[in-house]
């Protein structure tokens, strides 16, 4: 299983880019990398995913270098609703069924202050 | 589209007690997953299921049952209810193959409570 090591918690001002790092040492040459993000009592929701390099979409962008090994997802401009809980995760070929598992740490909470 | 919707949003068993929590997603999506999450903790995979009539075990899935016998409902299922399984239910849906594998679209959860 791919593990991923992300920080527990951060903080940020309003309006300032966020950067939340993963790392992912053994990921597997067919593994995408997934970002998701959670709100208190909601599930969770996909914002950005990336094989490498650059990925950008109207919510973040996600910076993945050669060796895949970590990745960056940045928040541009965060504002006080960006609170929640982001989880990196990378994607498991379960051999057995050829199910996409997906492997949920305990994210990052990030905590945007006014 | 509704997307993945789950009921009950809110239940209280008590222990020893069964229940069924239930799962439908109208996206079409062949692969659907039942996920719990405690307190502080991230998601834990309990069952999956790669289409109609094929489940498999996840990481936890001592305590619980499955079926699909249509591609839209994934219910599960608490035949004997223990404290331990206190927990925030998450059914989630997926496309098959390839990158939209891993984009999962998961339902607003059941909190259960068994006291």
């Known amino acids: ?114 | 589209n509704a997307g993945v919707t789950q009921t009950p949003k809110f239940r209280i068993l008590k222990i020893g007690q069964s229940m069924t929590l239930q799962c439908t997603q109208d996206m079409n999506h062949n692969y659907m997953y039942w996920y719990r999450q405690d307190p502080g903790m991230g998601l834990k995979l309990i069952y999956y299921s790669v289409g109609a009539g094929i489940t498999d075990k996840g990481e936890v899935p001592n305590g619980y049952n499955v079926s699909r016998s249509t591609t839209e409902d994934f219910p599960l299922r608490l035949e004997l209810a223990a404290p331990s399984q206190t927990s925030v239910y998450f059914c989630a849906s997926s496309f098959y193959g390839g990158r939209r594998a891993y984009e999962q679209y998961f339902g607003p959860g059941t909190r259960l409570t068994v006291t």
Request: aromatic share 12%.
């Open chain 1, 1 to 114: 299983l791919a593990k991923t090591t992300q920080p527990i918690s951060m903080d940020s001002y309003e309006g300032q880019e966020v950067n939340i790092t993963c790392s992912h040492n053994n990921i597997a040459t067919n593994d995408y990398i997934t970002w998701y993000q959670q709100f208190p009592s909601q599930g969770p929701r996909f914002i950005i995913q990336g094989y490498k390099t650059k990925v950008t979409n109207e919510v973040a962008s996600l910076f993945i270098p050669a060796d895949r090994k970590s990745s960056t997802l940045s928040l541009p401009r965060v504002s006080l609703s960006d609170t929640a809980v982001y989880y990196c995760l990378v994607g498991d070929r379960y051999s057995g069924a050829g199910s996409y598992q997906l492997t949920f740490g305990k994210g990052t909470k990030l905590s945007v202050i006014p």
